[in-house]
Nanobody, 128 residues
């Protein structure tokens, strides 16, 4: 059974930084993609960033490009989302999710329905 445990949500200041962690267990296939999503009250869940285990390729949503960085530590089975230059509009509940690929190379998508397993959300608040 795949499990994702999310941590790191906190109160951040505008212009400040936070780092979220997504610790994964139970992933059995070599090819998978892990994505970060966020959902603010009254809004749809939106993709933020994604990383492929196959080739390390990454993808970022336009609002976070240049400010957020996704990375993976395979030794710890953990994916991180480093969030810099925080903006009030980054405030949201953040989730990580994983999709495993049985054939071929894992690729990133921001379609929530593509993902099989989700971690619990973590609240990110941005305020001075």
């Amino acid at each position: 059974q795949v499990q994702l445990v999310v941590s790191g949500g906190d109160l951040g200041q505008p212009g400040g930084s936070l780092r979220l962690s997504c610790a994964a267990s139970g992933i059995t296939l070599d090819h998978y993609a892990i994505a970060w999503f966020r959902q603010a009250p009254g809004k749809e869940r939106e993709g933020v960033s994604c990383i492929s285990s196959s080739d390390g390729s990454t993808r970022y949503a336009d609002p976070v490009k240049g400010r957020f960085t996704i990375s993976e530590d395979p030794a710890k089975n953990t994916v991180y989302l480093q969030m810099n230059s925080l903006k009030p509009e980054d405030a949201s509940v953040y989730y990580c999710a994983v999709v495993q690929f049985h054939l071929g190379t894992a690729w990133c998508s921001f379609q929530p329905g593509m993902y099989d397993y989700w971690g619990q959300g973590t609240q990110v608040t941005v305020s001075s």
